[in-house]
Nanobody
């Protein structure tokens, strides 16, 4: 069984910063891509940022230049540093592990709420 445990969500004023962290544990030995997705009320879940084992990153256009993703392959953790937050960043943020390219499956965390007040 695999678990993704997220932390770091909360309430922040516009222009502020938050750092989300996620740790993978359980029966998972190789992780290809790790990342963050978010879902705002009434909207579909969308990609925020991902990072591969080799360090290649992908960002949604809406967060480029404000958010930074990083991972520690040894500790099986991924973090999302979010700066210059905007009210439209308000959403539930989900940690994701995607091993489909290496014959595995996708895993999701339980989600952590990020609320940005104006």
């Amino acid at each position: 069984q695999v678990q993704l445990v997220e932390s770091g969500g909360g309430l922040v004023q516009a222009g502020g910063s938050l750092r989300l962290s996620c740790a993978a544990s359980g029966s998972i030995f190789n992780i290809n891509a790790m990342g963050w997705y978010r879902q705002a009320p009434g909207k579909q879940r969308e990609l925020v940022a991902t990072v591969t084992w080799g360090g290649t990153t992908t960002y949604a256009d809406s967060v480029k230049g404000r958010f930074s993703i990083s991972r520690d392959n040894t500790k099986k953790t991924v973090a999302l540093q979010m700066n210059s937050l905007k009210p439209e960043d308000t959403a539930v943020y989900y940690c994701n592990v995607d091993n489909t390219l290496i014959g595995g499956r996708t895993y999701w965390g339980q989600g952590t709420q990020v609320t940005v007040s104006s």
